[in-house]
């Protein structure tokens, strides 16, 4: 059974920090892109950031320089690092694991974790 429990989030002031988790389960972790993206209320999701195996990374243009994201393949977790917090940056952030091929596996989503920033 395949698990991608995201944890982390909570409420924080504007200019705080947050760091979120994403901790695999059921999967060959080493096979997976992971991304987090986030949805806020009213608008459509959007992509975060993304990380290979390898360790190579992609952040959203809007989050450089703010958001980091790192993984530990030891842990099967990926870690998204979160500072100078401001209020748009309210959503829902979720995990998801994309497969390097269609052979290795499905795409899987974790049910998101909350983070609300205050003005």
């Known amino acids: 059974q395949v698990q991608l429990a995201e944890s982390g989030g909570g409420l924080v002031q504007a200019g705080g920090s947050l760091r979120l988790s994403c901790a695999a389960s059921?999967?060959?972790?080493?096979?997976?892109?992971i991304a987090w993206y986030r949805q806020a209320p009213g608008k459509e999701r959007e992509l975060v950031a993304r990380i290979t195996p390898g360790s190579s990374t992609d952040v959203a243009d809007s989050m450089k320089g703010r958001f980091t994201i790192s993984r530990d393949n030891s842990k099967s977790t990926v870690y998204l690092q979160m500072n100078s917090l401001k209020p748009e940056d309210t959503a829902v952030y979720h995990c998801a694991a994309e497969p390097l091929s269609p052979r290795v596996g499905a795409n899987y989503w974790g049910q998101g974790t909350q983070v609300t920033v205050s003005s």
């Open positions: 059921g999967i060959v972790f080493a096979r997976y892109v």
